[in-house]
């Protein structure tokens, strides 16, 4: 990815991830600071705000605000927070300001009831919903914001009002208010007694279900379930809702079966998910070498060296290396203790922006010929100016190798992508692209090799900002009027290996 650190810079060329959520049930147990221990392994999913939302029993207690984990709770805010049953949120806006009406969990009460939400995703129908709620256009502070009022209007207490529903309440309210929701959804939420997961029918984002001795937890990703040491139990189904409380765990289908059709993010395998993550019931780390290994393949090239951009790009890097027998060898190192840097309007200060967060090794680089593996490349400006970085210390050549097809298409499924005339790859023959990042070749993996790296080729991906193919009707874009509508599927040539 062109910025390694993955860090909350608008305009800088990267994608972001939307949010990271996590619920927690312990009957008897005071849980925030295990809340917290997964809020912060899933921190890579959101830099901007972080919250969690706990209850005793009786009432819901939400704390939240803008900054990662550890700038956000302390460890007498985390006494402060009594009870046995959670959600946190750590949030990457991509819907809705970077403010802190944005942050999560969004609360809402109705008399004495109360319940809390937290969201990873995009929904694609938040105009619909909003004017069905008449909401005036912009009253809304983001999609989740709609989400919250749609389940509070829905809202009934006492004896089920609808005969097939089991339970009223928050349950209740939700199957009501889920089959309308379009786009991307992973969600946690909580009401006194319980804790709910959610997974839209597409399963764009990951959620996953874990158990301890006595109790449940559920998280974006496995690696917040290892950190509270909770066991894997299964991710949740797409289309699912789980329900835990003192019963144990309930499931549900809110959607209609014909709606259900799993399509997980390729770029939570590519990118987005921590490399010990488990997707599909497949480490990420090693699909990702996988990839390096595919690349190396498909477009070998003569080089005495072959480094990894940091981090994201070295698991590919070193499946690279070992698949054609160059070395692996570490060029640039990484400033790991960066924060947010900002906005870089021209191209002086982009490069200013990628100094500040890579510096290369020159002895390592000089007179070298350079493999040079990342996982993707967005708006390119980033790469360019890495590129010239690495010639300026010295580099004889630099190929550029990418462990994915190139990004064509915007994602209006909760990551954030710039419109399509920013795309670096859009409507550009490689060489043009090779040309513009000054580098001596360029080379993408193809689809149907990053599907077999994933080690799960037939689970179910969505691809659609690699191929355009949206599994789900999306915003169409007509100057300033945002309308409902599908883009319609086209086909992009997958990039080979450009000419040494
Ligand atoms: S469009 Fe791309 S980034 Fe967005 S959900 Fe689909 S695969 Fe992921």
């Known amino acids: 990815m062109e910025d390694p650190e993955n860090l909350s810079q608008p305009g800088d060329g990267s994608?972001?991830?939307?949010?990271?959520?996590?619920?927690?049930?312990?009957?008897?147990?005071?849980?925030?600071?295990?809340?917290?221990?997964?809020?912060?392994?899933?921190?890579h999913r959101g830099q901007e705000s972080a919250g969690m939302a706990v209850s005793d029993g009786e009432a819901v207690t939400v704390y939240k605000d803008m900054g990662l984990v550890p700038n956000v709770f302390d460890e007498r805010t985390l006494?402060?927070?009594?009870?046995?049953?959670?959600?946190?949120?750590?949030?990457?806006?991509?819907?809705?300001?970077?403010?802190?009406?944005?942050?999560?969990?969004?609360?809402?009460?109705?008399?004495?009831?109360?319940f809390a939400l937290g969201h990873n995703g995009n929904l694609t129908n938040t105009a619909q919903l909003s004017e069905d709620l008449g909401m005036l256009p912009g009253l809304a502070a983001s999609d989740s914001d709609v989400i919250g009022e749609l389940i509070a209007r829905n809202y009934h207490q006492g004896q089920p009002t609808v005969p097939t529903h089991a339970e009223e309440g928050l349950v209740g309210s939700l199957l009501r208010v889920?089959?309308?929701?379009?786009?991307?959804?992973?969600?946690?939420?909580?009401?006194?007694?319980?804790?709910?997961?959610?997974?839209?029918?597409?399963?764009?984002?990951?959620?996953?279900?874990?158990?301890?001795?006595?109790?449940?937890?559920?998280?974006?990703?496995?690696?917040?379930?290892?950190?509270?040491?909770?066991?894997?139990?299964?991710?949740?189904?797409?289309?699912?809702?789980?329900?835990?409380?003192?019963?144990?765990?309930?499931?549900y289908r809110p959607f209609p079966a014909s709606s259900v059709d799993p399509r997980l993010c390729i770029f939570e395998f590519v990118y987005f998910a921590r490399p010990d993550a488990r997707l599909y019931g497949v480490e990420v780390h090693g699909a990702r070498r996988r990839m390096g290994a595919l690349l190396a393949e498909v477009a070998p090239?003569?080089?005495?060296?072959?480094?990894?951009?940091?981090?994201?790009?070295?698991?590919?890097?070193?499946?690279?290396a070992r698949a054609s027998g160059i070395p692996y060898g570490q060029g640039l190192v990484k400033n790991r203790y960066i924060g947010r840097t900002f906005i870089s309007p021209d191209q002086t200060q982009r490069e200013r922006s990628v100094r500040r967060k890579l510096n290369p090794l020159r002895e390592a680089i000089e007179g070298k010929r350079l493999i040079v593996v990342d996982d993707s490349i967005?708006?390119?400006?980033?790469?360019?100016?890495?590129?010239?970085?690495?010639?300026?210390?010295?580099?004889?050549?630099?190929?550029?190798?990418?462990?994915?097809?190139?990004?064509?298409?915007?994602?209006?499924?909760?990551?954030?992508?710039?419109?399509?005339?920013?795309?670096?790859?859009?409507?550009?023959?490689?060489?043009?692209?090779?040309?513009?990042?000054?580098?001596d070749s360029v080379a993408y993996l193809g689809l149907e090799a990053l599907m077999e790296a994933t080690g799960a080729p037939k689970a179910g991906f969505c691809n659609a900002c690699l191929t355009g193919d949206y599994p789900v009707a999306v915003p169409l874009k007509i100057g300033k009027t945002v309308l409902e509508g599908t883009l319609a599927k086209r086909s992009v040539p997958l990039a080979g290996a450009s000419a040494p």
């Not at 972001?16 to 005071?30: L, N, S």
């Not at 959600?87 to 004495?112: C, E, K, V």
């Not at 597409?202 to 990703?221: H, I, K, M, Q, Y």
């Not at 981090?311 to 890097?317: K, L, T």
């Open 178 to 251: 889920l089959p309308r929701l379009s786009g991307a959804f992973s969600l946690v939420l909580m009401d006194e007694q319980r804790v709910i997961g959610v997974r839209d029918p597409n399963g764009f984002r990951p959620l996953c279900l874990g158990s301890l001795d006595d109790g449940w937890v559920l998280a974006s990703e496995s690696p917040a379930l290892d950190v509270v040491g909770a066991s894997f139990n299964r991710e949740v189904d797409p289309g699912e809702m789980v329900v835990i409380d003192s019963s144990g765990v309930r499931s």
């Open 301 to 320: 090239v003569e080089a005495d060296v072959v480094m990894g951009v940091p981090d994201s790009g070295v698991p590919a890097a070193e499946g690279y």
């Open 378 to 439: 967005v708006r390119g400006t980033t790469t360019a100016a890495m590129v010239a970085m690495l010639r300026e210390a010295g580099a004889a050549e630099v190929h550029l190798r990418v462990s994915s097809p190139p990004y064509v298409w915007p994602c209006h499924y909760g990551i954030d992508t710039p419109d399509r005339e920013h795309l670096l790859a859009a409507g550009r023959s490689l060489e043009e692209i090779r040309e513009l990042l000054g580098a």
């Open 79 to 114: 006494t402060a927070l009594p009870g046995d049953l959670a959600i946190g949120h750590t949030r990457y806006s991509t819907t809705g300001a970077s403010t802190w009406r944005n942050a999560q969990p969004i609360f809402r009460s109705m008399g004495q009831a109360g």
């Open 15 to 43: 994608l972001k991830e939307a949010c990271g959520v996590f619920g927690i049930f312990v009957p008897g147990r005071k849980v925030s600071s295990l809340v917290y221990d997964g809020l912060y392994a899933l921190q």
